[in-house]
C-alpha cells in the first residue's frame, strides 16, 4: 500500500516538474508593447527641460530590427540595442553609439550629452499610454511620445537659428526677410513677418527659443504663423 503511494506520489510530481519529460522547460520573458514602427518624439525630461516639438532641440527615436536611430537633440546617432523584457541596452554587446560632431548651443549639448551618456548604461523601459520613458538607475527619465505631433491652440515651442543678414524676399510685395533655419547648417529660409518681442540686431546670428501659433485664416499679405519670442539661447557674430 505505501509502496503503491509512493509510485502515484512520484507520477504527480513528474507531471509537473519539466525536467522529467527528459528536460529543461524554455523560459520566455515577456517582451511587452512593442517599440517598434513608430517614431517616438521627445517630448520631457526629469530635470524639466523645455523640449521643442520640431527643428533644432527636438529629438526622435526609432527602433528598426536589431537598430536604433536617435535624431536630436542635436546630432544624428545610430547603433545597435537589445531588449529582455522591460530593459533595454543601446549600442549592443560594446555599448558602441556612432554619432555626427555637430556643435550646437550649450542647452543642445549639455541635453544630448545627458542622453547619451544614459543610454551607455542599461535603461528600464516604462509605458503609459502613448508614452514610452527611458528610466536610468538613479531615476533620471526621459520621456517619449509615440504620437505624432499635433497643432494646437497653445502654439507649438521651437528653437531657430536666425541669420545676421536680412535677405530680399517677395510675397504680396517686395521686401526684406529675416532669415530661419531649424539645424545649423541647413539652408536658410525666409520668414514672412516678424518675432513678436525680438529685436534684431544686423550682423548678429541668434538661437531663439520661440512659440509658433497657427494664424487661422491670414491676410492677403500675413503669414500663416505667428512666431513669439521665449527665450534667447545664444548670440553670436560670425
Known sequence: MHSMFRVSLA?????????????????????????????????????GDKVPGSGAGSATLVFKGERFGLSGPCNQHSGGYARTGSQIRFGGEGGQIASTMRMCPGEL???????????????ELVFEGPYLSLVA???????????????????????VQIAGQRAPCTGVVEGLCLQYRDQPGSPWQYLYGEIEGFEWQVGVEYVLRIREYTVPNPPADGSSRRWMLLEVLDRSRP
Request: net charge negative; proline share 5%.
Open 109 to 123: 549639448m549639455a541635453r544630448e550629452s545627458a542622453l547619451l551618456s544614459a543610454m551607455k548604461q542599461p535603461l
Open 11 to 47: 507520477v504527480a510530481l513528474c507531471a509537473g516538474v519539466a525536467a522529467c519529460a527528459g528536460g529543461a522547460r524554455e523560459v520566455r520573458v515577456a517582451q511587452g508593447p512593442s517599440i517598434e514602427g513608430q517614431d517616438w518624439r521627445l517630448v520631457g525630461t526629469s530635470s
Open 137 to 159: 538607475a538613479d531615476g533620471a527619465s526621459w520621456r517619449f511620445d509615440g504620437r505624432p505631433e499635433q497643432p494646437s491652440a497653445e502654439g507649438v515651442d521651437r528653437i
